[in-house]
């Protein structure tokens, strides 16, 4: 009998045949496309991966890939994709979120997704906006801008997704861009070999309601010296001659041209994304123009228990060391009543 040899997939076979129904020029076609291309490369089957979303633009994103996918509630998907990976810990499971999604209506469940270290993959657009609702500001839009829900521009300070997400003690943070593919698949697939929540916080362009608002990092002329792309392992250097690195003064960082002032590139910080102190990973999360570049790439990744492996390792315990070997035993045990 002849043998069927199973093909590699490639990145059509995780392309719906459903219409993609986001604004012409929207981030989020990157972010699809890149995600498409980092699945086949994580090597496991279709019917192996989950993607859950909550509500908005980003949400739409389960019905686009050819996997199992579940389009929950506003701001809900962490408790759903805790249930779908403890259900069957062999899935690859990927929360699709916006920074309204995750952080306004869905704070909590974000902040608690993270400090239980579910094994799952975050993907955070951040556009700064509510998109699906027509361009009310977000907890990520920045002080005082002008939006239909702000027309005299917002009083409220913002949050930063990363400072938060290391506060409840998230063990894999890492920034991307949606206009950078190669990057972006690089880092789906070091978040799909960590084991633990990985969050990834993209920033996405809404060309409706937020055109441009990265543009002081992502533009073509600004952006050698904006973006600090960071690697374990590697000094922290960037700029258009690649001579700017960070070094520690005192308590902060500080932006130093090597071959200035006697500044070597022995003087440069060495990026260690697994030190488990997250002191200096918050500190180049919280790095902002025009002072300092944006820090991208995996900023933090450290291992520790995760939450799916801690109730696994009690299932585990309670069935060797239980007397009952069934919930028929349990149920039938001690004292039993019938009602007529
Ligand atoms: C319980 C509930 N409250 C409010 C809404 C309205 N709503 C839908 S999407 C959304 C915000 C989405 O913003 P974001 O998560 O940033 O996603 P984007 O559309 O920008 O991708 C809101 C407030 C809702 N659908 N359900
Ligand atoms: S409103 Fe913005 S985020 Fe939503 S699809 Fe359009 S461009 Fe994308």
């Given at each position: 009998?002849?043998?069927?040899?199973?093909?590699?997939l490639?990145?059509?076979?995780?392309?719906?045949n459903?219409?993609v129904r986001w604004?012409?020029?929207c981030?989020?076609?990157?972010?699809l496309?890149?995600?498409?291309?980092?699945?086949p490369?994580i090597?496991k089957?279709k019917e192996?991966?989950?993607?859950?979303s909550?509500i908005?633009?980003?949400?739409?994103?389960?019905?686009?890939?050819?996997s199992?996918?579940?389009h929950?509630?506003?701001?809900?998907?962490?408790?759903?994709?805790?249930?779908?990976k403890l259900?069957?810990p062999n899935l690859?499971?990927?929360?699709i979120?916006?920074?309204?999604?995750?952080?306004?209506?869905g704070?909590?469940?974000?902040?608690?997704a993270l400090r239980?270290?579910?094994?799952m993959n975050?993907?955070l657009?951040?556009?700064?906006?509510?998109g699906?609702?027509?361009?009310?500001?977000?907890?990520?839009?920045?002080?005082g801008?002008?939006?239909?829900?702000s027309?005299?521009?917002?009083?409220?300070?913002?949050?930063?997704?990363?400072?938060?997400?290391?506060?409840a003690?998230?063990?894999?943070f890492?920034?991307?861009i949606?206009?950078d593919?190669?990057r972006?698949?690089?880092?789906?697939i070091?978040a799909?070999?960590?084991?633990g929540?990985?969050?990834?916080?993209i920033l996405?362009?809404?060309?409706?309601f937020n055109?441009?608002v990265f543009?002081n990092v992502?533009?073509k002329?600004?952006?050698?010296?904006?973006?600090?792309?960071?690697?374990h392992?590697?000094?922290?250097?960037?700029?258009?001659?690649?001579?700017?690195?960070?070094r520690?003064?005192g308590?902060?960082l500080?932006v130093v041209?090597i071959?200035e002032?006697?500044?070597?590139?022995?003087?440069?910080?060495v990026?260690?994304?697994h030190?488990?102190?997250?002191?200096?990973?918050?500190?180049?999360?919280?790095?902002?123009?025009?002072?300092?570049?944006?820090?991208?790439?995996?900023?933090?990744?450290?291992?520790?228990?995760?939450?799916?492996?801690?109730?696994?390792?009690?299932?585990?315990?309670?069935?060797a060391?239980?007397?009952f070997?069934?919930?028929?035993?349990?149920?039938?045990?001690?004292?039993?009543?019938e009602?007529?």
């Amino acid at each position: 009998m002849e043998h069927l040899v199973e093909e590699p997939l490639v990145a059509k076979d995780f392309v719906t045949n459903q219409d993609v129904r986001w604004c012409p020029g929207c981030g989020d076609y990157a972010i699809l496309s890149a995600v498409q291309k980092a699945l086949p490369q994580i090597g496991k089957k279709k019917e192996d991966i989950a993607f859950i979303s909550g509500i908005g633009c980003s949400s739409r994103f389960p019905y686009y890939i050819e996997s199992y996918g579940f389009h929950t509630i506003h701001g809900r998907a962490p408790a759903i994709a805790t249930g779908v990976k403890l259900s069957n810990p062999n899935l690859s499971v990927w929360q699709i979120t916006g920074d309204g999604d995750a952080l306004a209506i869905g704070g909590n469940h974000y902040i608690h997704a993270l400090r239980r270290n579910i094994d799952m993959n975050i993907l955070l657009f951040n556009n700064e906006i509510y998109g699906l609702t027509k361009g009310q500001f977000s907890p990520t839009s920045q002080t005082g801008i002008v939006t239909k829900s702000s027309p005299q521009g917002t009083t409220d300070r913002s949050f930063n997704p990363g400072k938060l997400a290391l506060g409840a003690g998230a063990n894999f943070f890492a920034r991307v861009i949606d206009i950078d593919p190669k990057r972006m698949i690089d880092v789906f697939i070091e978040a799909e070999k960590h084991r633990g929540t990985s969050l990834i916080e993209i920033l996405q362009n809404c060309v409706i309601f937020n055109d441009k608002v990265f543009d002081n990092v992502t533009n073509k002329a600004v952006k050698l010296d904006t973006q600090l792309w960071l690697k374990h392992g590697e000094p922290m250097i960037w700029g258009a001659e690649n001579n700017k690195g960070l070094r520690l003064n005192g308590l902060q960082l500080e932006v130093v041209t090597i071959g200035e002032n006697g500044i070597t590139e022995a003087d440069i910080l060495v990026h260690d994304a697994h030190c488990e102190d997250d002191t200096l990973h918050n500190m180049l999360i919280n790095m902002a123009t025009p002072n300092y570049p944006v820090a991208f790439g995996v900023i933090r990744s450290v291992t520790s228990l995760t939450f799916d492996q801690g109730v696994y390792n009690q299932l585990e315990n309670e069935k060797a060391n239980s007397r009952f070997k069934s919930v028929n035993e349990l149920l039938n045990s001690g004292v039993t009543w019938e009602i007529n």
